[in-house]
């Protein structure tokens, strides 16, 4: 799901089980769901961005699962797909160092099998080369110099009802707020 509100971008994903999941499905959406978790846990300002990709895949691998290497999460902000990338796999502290209002989003891919894909000719269709399931969440991250908010939250309440709506308390406040405090990601990277 994608927001857009005074002239900023939120972007966020969520993977939905429909029916009756295996114990393998369930497995995998947690495991997905821990994993973006893991790598959120480390933003803060001053972390390496490699920070993020070390935790998500360690804890895949640790899970006896990959994680997809094509894809990533990114800067956002005016656009939908700013610098910097943000991989979901790599070495600690390495990459880029974020800075306090960036904003970047953490989306990893969560593969039972191996990490290729293939993507069909609807330029939009992923599928596990070898055949099993893929999970995908993503949330909008906030660096800030405490660690990092989430943009885009769901309420509890939310949760419990199954409904979609996203950011609580009062998201356009909480949205205007953050946007208030965001600069360019690229400006707020560097190598040192």
Do not use: Y
Not at 99 to 108: D, F, K, L, Q, S
Not at 175 to 189: D, I, Y
């Amino acid at each position: 799901m994608r927001t857009h509100l005074d002239g900023f971008r939120g972007d966020t994903s969520e993977t939905f089980i429909i029916g009756e999941p295996s114990k393998e499905a369930r497995r995998l959406v947690d495991l997905a769901r821990r994993c973006r978790d893991a790598g959120i846990a480390v933003i803060r300002d001053g972390a390496r961005l490699g920070d993020i990709g070390f935790a998500i895949e360690q804890l895949a691998i640790r899970e006896g699962c990959s994680v997809v290497r094509e894809f990533g999460g990114h800067g956002i902000g005016r656009k939908m797909h700013m610098a910097p990338h943000v991989s979901h796999f790599g070495k600690r502290g390495t990459g880029l160092l974020p800075r306090a209002g960036m904003v970047i989003t953490v989306e990893p891919m969560i593969n039972l099998g191996g990490p290729e894909i293939r993507m069909l000719s609807d330029g939009w269709t992923v599928l596990t080369v070898d055949g099993p399931m893929s999970a995908q969440l993503e949330h909008t991250v906030l660096v800030n110099q405490d660690g990092h908010q989430l943009l885009t939250l769901r309420a509890r309440s939310d949760l419990e009802s199954g409904t979609d709506s996203l950011i609580s308390p009062d998201p356009p406040d909480r949205l205007r707020a953050a946007a208030r405090r965001q600069l360019v990601p690229q400006n707020l990277c560097s190598n040192a």
